[in-house]
């Protein structure tokens, strides 16, 4: 089963600003819009952006709208997540997920990767 891979993330200082990396090996959902969701510890996981498959719609969660930028390059099929200006609360784990939905819904989306940490200290 072919799975996302997500990298990029590590210990950060708040105000910093991290670039998140979604990888699809073998040119796998290439036409899925793509998702990154984050959960934190006793959280439930919540979605922070998506990219349609075409990379020219893209939706953002409130709390990260103006901060966050997603994007796509599709010569490499590749999916960023742009964090800038980062608070102690985007701390989570980031998953990436795929599906044919640009939904908010973690349940709308069959295909995940492992997750990559985020953390910011204060």
């Keep these: 089963q072919v799975r996302l891979v ?8 708040a105000g910093e600003s991290l670039r998140l990396s979604c990888e699809a090996p073998g040119g796998a959902f290439e036409m899925y819009s793509r998702a990154w969701f984050r959960q934190a510890p006793g959280k439930e996981r919540e979605f922070v952006a998506v990219i ?9 969660s409130e709390s990260v709208q103006g901060r966050f930028t997603i994007s796509k390059d599709k010569n490499k099929n590749v999916v960023y997540l742009q964090m800038n200006n980062l608070l102690p609360e985007d701390t989570a784990l980031y998953f990436c997920a795929a599906d044919a939905t640009t ?12 997750g990559t940490q985020v953390t910011v200290s204060s």
């Excluded at 349609?52 to 953002?60: H, I, V």
């Design 6 to 13: 997500e990298s990029g993330g590590r210990l950060v200082q």
């Design 52 to 60: 349609d498959r075409l990379g020219s719609r893209t939706l953002y």
């Design 103 to 114: 939904g908010r819904q973690a349940g709308g989306y069959k295909n995940w990767g492992q």
